[in-house]
């Protein structure tokens, strides 16, 4: 296997990991109610966001050019707020994340061929 074909692989990996945990954070979600009532599910979906923003930081710089529409780095950031100032995390800001951003991100990351 190439270098190059290995890289992609793992593009394809990372990727799914992304699809897959805004999959999940949509499974959680029922309503607006069922989350700001539920930490269990505020739990669930802080946890896949931040698996789908680790894995964001692992595509490689070649998928990151290809498809500049995405902010990678503003979900790199998110990644970081989320890890690292768990405490200070803003429900609010969360469910704004999950209504607005996920939707077009899952989109283009729909549009992604890697196989």
């Keep these: 296997m190439s270098v190059e074909s290995g890289a992609k692989k793992d593009n394809a990996v990372y990727v799914e990991h992304m699809l897959d945990s805004i999959l999940r954070i949509g499974e959680y979600i029922e309503s607006k109610e069922l989350f700001y ?3 269990l599910v505020q739990d669930a979906v802080v946890r896949n966001l931040q698996v789908m923003a680790e894995s964001s930081q692992r595509l490689s710089d070649e998928i990151k050019e290809k498809y500049p529409d995405i902010p990678w780095n503003d979900i790199s950031g998110f990644r ?3 890890v690292h100032d768990y405490l200070g995390i803003d429900l609010d800001v969360i ?4 209504e607005q951003e996920l939707p077009g991100l899952e ?4 549009e992604i061929n890697l196989k």
């Design 37 to 39: 009532g539920s930490r």
């Design 80 to 82: 970081n707020i989320l």
């Design 95 to 98: 469910w704004s994340v999950v």
């Design 107 to 110: 989109k283009v990351l729909n």
